[in-house]
């Protein structure tokens, strides 16, 4: 019996119909376990994951493999989106095991969720040094049955070593200009001057790095900084990665170079990329920077957005070719003869020429990955214009990569930030009103009656998985920047509630956190995960988000809360910049301030959207005029008109600038 069938994660649906008889994390799984005394097998992924398909298809699928996995196993089917804790703890395992990581993940467990074995994809066959999947079975199951001590003693070493693994809040006091200088120093050591980016391949999109260098060129003017910040965004807006016909980035790309992707688009990447390329035309004025930035955010509505107003996971690497064969990027690659069939021989040729589409390929089996290989000519604009909308067009002929469906709370928080801020940046208030849509939805369904978010929903209905911290962080991120653009307070307020969970439920001494709540089921260890990675750490985003908030009201409490969060981006900055990103962006609006800016006028006038285009790192914004702006937003009480005339108030570290009616004096203050 499968018994996944009921439930609300589309990568779980898509092993409902496996002959393996899987079941959902939960402690029923466990006691069945223990009534058989059988291990548990743990098989973790998710849906736009490649081979994690691969592994499903080749081993799940096959009934004599199934027969045996279930006679002598329970097997356990965890999708890694809707419970991040699970993920987080046994990948922690898998690491310290065998010096990598990554998905599809494969645990074996002791009924009482030890761990004691560990791999990621096993294959059919023995292949490359690898056992098959049926060999390393096997092995588990005649270890279990004949040196059950000795597996006991492992799982127990294993227990031990990762809650020896607590870490506290990183070091004494809040980091400064020494620790700025050196993550600078590293990431300039990092930085690939040839192609943008950090490191080599596997290239990842440094989105909240990027952040960084936006924040600290404002606040310091290095040109340096700014510099690796436009070539990095500059090279991913040219390459492969990003979809040049239909916009979005995909999840990373293989090469240095930026040319072959790894074709899934997540949400996250795209609400990351989408904020930081219109930070970037903000701080420039750059045109690529602007268009990048409308289409991954068109990208997101018309592509991930949910009939509910959420907006979806992702869209699969894998669809099907000509042949019906589920392979990966076909749905996005061409050859030179597919350019011709659609755009006949002379515009076949030039797009060939434009796109970087050769006889050899760039991808697999003389396919290649649509790039821009040159600058366009200026007169050859319109042309290009006809060519991308007639593959565009083509393009959606094709069969289409399957989409992750579930809406995951943290991701539309990023969402709604990136969607807010672009619309208002543009004059897009289309955008402000998904981003709205959004916000409602997450209200309503993932909030609910109790202020406690609830982690994913799907179709309108909420799942059963309590919000991690992240969830906290990202969506109150989102609220705070919605309630900037759109001078309702009420998003302050919600804000506010999740963030006074942060502090009563994910909060221990000396300022660290944890990424589940003190209330939260308990697993073999209490997940702590302060790196920033494809997103911003639960940590690092409850920091920025206690940091925002504390500059919007006054509150000590979530000022002191935010300083002691960031004591592990003083440890870690240093040694990690990559990897705390986030962290560092969020110290940069520290020492900065950051600074409060009240618009007393009206929403959307000319000083607020001068406010909202301010440079300076993590500046809050509240604007609104009339006697209840003040119950609105904190930030407005006392700021009256000045002669009659809208009125922008800045102030920063208790000190507040002359009010002032004139924008580019306003503009001045901010960095503008």
Known sequence: ???????????????????????????????????????????????????????????????????????????VKVDREERPDVDAVYMEAVQAATGHGGWPMTVFLTPDAEPFYFGTYFPPE????SPSFQQVLEGVSAAWTDRREEVAEVAGRIVADLAGRSLAHGGEGVPGE????????????????????????????????????????????????????????????????????????????????????????????????????????????????????????????????????????????????ADGKHVEGAFYVWTPAQLREVLGEEDGAFAAAYFGVTEEGTFE??????????EARPVEAGRVADVRARLLAAREERP?????????????????????????????PDLVERATEAADLLVRVHLGEVARLTRTSKDGRAGT????????GDVAEGFLALAAVTGEGAWLEFAGFLLDVVLEQFTGEGGQLYDTAHEAEKL????????????????????????????????EAHRTAAEGALGV??????????????????????????????????????????ALLGRAPGAVVAAGEGAGAGAEFPLLVDRPLVGGEPTAYVCRHFVCDAPTTDAGELAGKLGG
């Open 365 to 374: 089996e003389g396919a290649s990955v649509l790039q821009l290989s040159g």
């Open 400 to 428: 289409r990569p399957g989409r992750d469906d579930k809406v995951v709370a943290a991701w539309n928080g990023l969402a709604i930030a990136a969607l807010a801020e672009t619309g208002a940046y543009f004059d897009r």
């Open 178 to 321: 020494a620790e700025i200088a050196q993550a600078l120093l590293g990431l300039t050591r990092e930085y690939d001057e040839q192609h943008g980016g950090f490191g080599g391949a596997p290239k990842f999109p440094p989105a909240m790095v990027v952040e960084f260098l936006l924040r600290h060129y404002a606040r310091t003017g290095s040109e340096g900084a700014l510099q690796m910040a436009a070539d990095t965004c500059s090279a991913m807006a040219r390459g492969g990665i990003y979809d040049q016909l239909g916009g979005g980035f995909a999840r990373y790309s293989v090469d240095r170079e930026w040319v072959v992707p790894h074709f899934e688009k997540m949400l996250y990447d795209n609400a990351l990329l989408c904020r930081e390329y219109a930070h970037l035309w903000r701080t420039t004025g750059s045109a690529e920077a602007r268009r990048i930035a409308l289409e991954t955010a068109d990208f997101m509505v018309r592509e991930l957005r949910t009939a509910e107003g959420g907006f979806a996971s992702a869209l699969d690497a894998d669809s099907a070719d």
């Open 569 to 610: 981006v003083k440890a870690l900055a240093p040694r990690a910049p990559r990897f705390i990103g986030w962290g560092l962006a969020v110290a940069e609006a520290l020492l900065d301030g950051p600074r409060e800016v009240a618009v007393a006028g009206p929403v959307g006038g000319e000083l607020h959207r001068t």
């Open 524 to 555: 073999i260890r209490r997940p702590q995960d302060p790196t920033d990675s494809a997103t911003p750490a639960g940590w690092t985003a409850a920091a920025g988000a206690l940091l925002s908030y504390a500059a919007y009201t006054g509150s």
């Open 126 to 129: 023995p292949r490359h040094g």
């Open 1 to 75: 019996m499968n018994r996944l069938a009921g439930v609300t994660s589309p990568y779980l649906l898509q092993h409902a119909d496996n002959p393996v008889d899987w079941w959902p994390w939960g402690s029923e799984a466990f006691e069945e376990a223990k009534r058989r005394d059988v291990p548990v097998l743990l098989s973790v992924g998710y849906s736009a994951c490649h081979w994690c398909h691969v592994m499903a298809h080749e081993s799940f699928e096959d009934e004599s493999v199934a027969a045996y996995l279930n006679e002598r196993f329970v097997a």
């Open 465 to 472: 998985n309590a919000g991690v911290l992240e969830d906290y």
